[in-house]
């Protein structure tokens, strides 16, 4: 029989001790307490004063106190109410009181970081083990201020993950300034986050290699050491990383780091100069820190057992190559008595590599999906009884807002995962791959992580308690929320995606550019749903985060509008066109109209452009900026084109002259219903005279080598080496390899994505290209045509074969010369994806 955790059967005894509910769901704060009993007078929890119990040190606790309530108008007079604070063990007679309230073995249950808050007419008391403790009942007592509460209240409260952790990508994306990481630790450790803790590639200014750091995005030692100071006066830790093995392309793109890669993307573990690199970095950075741990991430070492160090990895293995890397970092963290953190992925993949590096690792194993069985991620570290934590993900990578409702199951289907199999905490990872997200849209996704880590049983009205806590409405924020993730189901802006964002919207003068439409009618309709909520927003707090919500939705907003509009704008071109000559003056008046239209567009990117960069600039350093905002410069610089193109048109006119075709103006716009696949594993570009065979590459006759590629894994092929690269395309639902790549003519490139099918089943699909191209399912040519011909969208009709679960879809795409396209789509399937792999609903 499954023995019970020892808070079932507290949870049991207050409830049958009390007469009361021993949970209160109504209770404003989060993360919600474990146990809480309501009395039935009403309190004034205005103007309290704390007190200390004779021979308690409760350190800094009374100047934060203070501190909270320091912009609040004083009033002389008023009365103050005397808070009790003690620290249990120090004062008998503080003891003997708090027992007059709640039962000794409830005491005994709140452990090192937790509390007992008492608040009635005659007791108004808090006491814990720690200064920690004492620290998080404040913090649950600052909350019932904020929110009003007005009912006695007794709260018996505990931690069930010792660590509790927030980890906040600043090396791919936004990179905090000083003061916002100052505004981060103060929210974090209001809601009992007791580390923070970052994600570090080239971030951190080393004094010995002070180059590879950027001028304007940049934290030294000193912040550091500050930051952990002020961490350390909230109760807090601030945990040291590095990146110490892959992800390493930032600084090797260095000319003077390039020679200690193995590739462009991992450094060399056998070099002595990466060695020596690795072990200053290190030592410069653990003492600035003031956490027990240090990470040193390792993760998704893509090329490892490549480039410069093939040969030795082939020699020793893969695992044990992994394991003397690891070894000798654990050396230079040991020397410091710092404890090793570090990514658990590759040691998924070889579990041996747990027998051959020292036993006190802490291992970050990681996984962001909603998934249903976490074991596969925790089994390995809990049979061998070895130190682990649950590491969930609040996912921003390459999308315009995170996807919360994933979010969350991930968070708390891991959380509690971990609990029953021992893991030592909750490390909530942040990530910005993508480079235009703003951290003020995670805070709700950290206050539900904060809330699992504290609390990992179930927690009901999480959205009510949060916007009364957070904002001081329960209401406003979570209903916008609602319906804005609503177009992560939507094929349009499926999985809130950035590629919509970044997609063009006009072509070059001389081309065309399809829209796909196929969803944008309910999508605006959720867009102005939101609007229509945020219209009057109830935050009296915390704004900041509410208008980066509003500046979303105004984004998403803008952006389908836009659509919209421009087809419309294009229709009416059409128009004038065709009555031109007949109908002069309505002509002209639609080629006003049209003018009108695109200036208010081009004036409206700006105006949210400046507010994008002013909320930018509240949270992040200048570093970045430029790339954020390149999106909306090009979508007001081809509608600026546009206008004065429209403009000439008019002047023509009014000469008598004919107006030119909408594609000579850029504005040939073709409306589609349909889902083109735009993301892909692009390879090229290789000399179509040189190639005589597919490459050794994938479909290989070796069954141990017949792998599909993977993003960074490269082909060496006739004395050259070729790279696999994701590619998102922004023109539309046509592939431009020529923007891909330098080739003039007489090339082949090759396109491969996965596509996971419901069922076994023979699926049509559409594709066009230049010169041809020929296709490849699971391995099988299933298409050839080489064609010398100009680019036709949907030319050819093709029959994949599928088979039930993962497909691999590989295109060999010609080009002899001159333009190089091409486009593939499914019909009548309806297709989501993620990244370059594709998947299809069921009917």
Not at 85 to 93: E, K, V
Not at 377 to 386: G, M, N, T
Not at 693 to 720: A, E, H, M, S
Not at 725 to 744: A, H, P
Request: proline share 5%; glycine share 6%; aromatic share 12%.
């Amino acid at each position: 029989m499954k023995m019970l955790h020892p808070k079932y059967f507290l949870f049991l005894f207050v409830q049958l001790c009390m007469g009361h509910s021993a949970f209160s769901q109504n209770l404003p704060v989060v993360p919600l307490p474990q146990i809480v009993k309501e009395g039935g007078h009403n309190m004034d929890l205005d103007h309290i004063q704390l007190q200390v119990s004779k021979g308690s040190n409760i350190g800094n606790l009374v100047e934060l106190w203070n501190s909270y309530f320091k912009e609040q108008p004083s009033h002389s007079g008023t009365t103050k109410k005397p808070l009790l604070l003690g620290i249990l063990g120090d004062n008998p007679d503080f003891d003997a009181m708090l027992l007059k309230a709640v039962q000794e073995d409830q005491i005994a249950t709140i452990g090192n970081e937790g509390y007992v808050l008492v608040l009635r007419k005659k007791q108004f008391m808090l006491a814990a083990h720690s200064q920690a403790g004492l620290f998080y009942g404040l913090q649950t007592l600052r909350q019932l201020i904020a929110s009003e509460w007005e009912k006695e209240v007794v709260v018996i409260d505990w931690p069930d993950f010792p660590e509790r952790i927030i980890m906040d990508d600043i090396s791919r994306g936004p990179i905090s300034t000083f003061e916002y990481i100052k505004q981060q630790i103060d929210r974090l450790s209001a809601l009992k986050i007791n580390a923070l803790t970052f994600y570090v590639e080239k971030v951190i200014q080393s004094p010995t290699y002070p180059d590879f750091a950027p001028g304007d995005g940049k934290l030294t030692l000193s912040q550091i050491r500050e930051l952990s100071e002020y961490a350390a006066q909230n109760y807090m830790h601030l945990i040291g990383t590095f990146q110490s093995f892959g992800h390493f392309e930032k600084i090797l793109a260095y000319p003077q780091y390039k020679d200690m890669g193995a590739t462009s993307t991992m450094i060399s573990p056998i070099d002595p100069k990466a060695k020596l690199f690795l072990q200053t970095i290190l030592e410069e950075y653990i003492d600035a820190f003031n956490s027990p741990y240090f990470n040193v991430f390792c993760d998704e070492t893509w090329d490892i057992g490549r480039g410069k160090t093939k040969a030795y990895a082939e020699s020793v293995g893969i695992p044990r190559f992994y394991a003397e890397h690891i070894n000798f970092l654990h050396g230079i963290l040991a020397k410091k008595n710092k404890k090793m953190m570090m990514a658990g992925d590759i040691i998924l993949k070889y579990e041996e590599i747990l027998d051959m590096v020292p036993k006190d690792i802490m291992y970050l194993t990681w996984e962001y999906g909603a998934k249903k069985d976490f074991s596969p991620w925790i089994k390995p570290f809990a049979d061998r009884k070895l130190d682990f934590m649950v590491t969930p993900g609040i996912l921003n990578s390459n999308r315009l807002f995170p996807d919360l409702t994933m979010a969350r199951t991930n968070i708390d289907e891991f959380s509690k995962a971990g609990y029953k199999t021992g893991a030592k905490g909750v490390f909530t990872t942040i990530w910005d791959d993508g480079g235009i997200h703003l951290f003020s849209n995670d805070w709700s996704g950290v206050g539900f992580a904060a809330e699992k880590s504290w609390n990992v049983g179930d927690t009901p009205k999480f959205n009510e308690r949060y916007g009364q806590v957070n904002f001081g409405c329960s209401d406003t924020y979570f209903q916008a929320v609602e319906q804005l993730l609503k177009l992560k189901d939507n094929p349009l802006t499926f999985a809130m995606g950035d590629a919509i964002w970044k997609q063009q919207l006009l072509p070059e003068a001389g081309h065309s550019l399809i829209v796909e439409t196929v969803g944008l009618k309910e999508a605006l309709e959720n867009i102005k749903n939101a609007k229509s909520i945020l219209k009057e927003p109830c935050a009296t707090r915390n704004q900041m985060e509410m208008q980066s919500l509003e500046l979303i939705v105004d984004q998403y907003h803008l952006l389908l509008h836009s659509k919209e509009s421009l087809l419309n704008i294009a229709e009416d071109y059409k128009e004038a066109s065709k009555i031109q000559l007949s109908h002069t003056p309505k002509a002209r008046a639609i080629l006003i109209s049209c003018m009108a239209q695109v200036g208010e567009l081009h004036k409206m990117y700006g105006l949210l452009a400046n507010r994008f960069r002013q909320a930018w600039l509240k949270e992040n350093q200048i570093y970045g900026l430029d790339y954020a905002l390149e999106f909306y410069k090009d979508k007001e610089s081809s509608l600026h084109k546009l206008e004065q193109a429209l403009y000439k048109q008019l002047t023509y006119l009014d000469l008598g002259l004919s107006l030119a075709p909408p594609l000579q103006i850029g504005l040939d716009l073709q409306e589609n219903n349909k889902i083109y696949f735009k993301n892909w594993l692009l390879l090229g570009s290789i000399p179509l005279d040189t190639l005589e065979v597919l490459p050794d590459f994938t479909y290989n006759p070796n069954p141990k080598k017949d792998i599909p590629p993977v993003k960074g894994t490269t082909l060496n092929y006739r004395g050259k080496e070729y790279q696999w690269t994701e590619f998102q395309s922004i023109d539309g639902s046509v592939i431009n390899l020529r923007k891909q790549f330098t080739s003039n003519e007489k090339s082949v490139a090759y396109a491969y994505c996965s596509l996971d099918a419901d069922q076994a089943k023979n699926v049509k699909a559409f594709i066009g290209s230049n010169d041809g191209m020929e296709i490849f399912v699971n391995g099988k040519l299933i298409h050839s045509k080489i064609i010398k011909q100009p680019f036709i969208i949907d030319e050819t009709e093709i029959i994949l074969p599928l088979k039930n679960g993962r497909n691999d879809i590989l295109l060999r795409i010609s080009q002899w010369k001159g333009e190089w396209q091409f486009s593939f789509r499914l019909d009548d399937e309806e297709v989501r994806y993620r990244e370059y792999n594709y998947f299809t609903l069921k009917n």
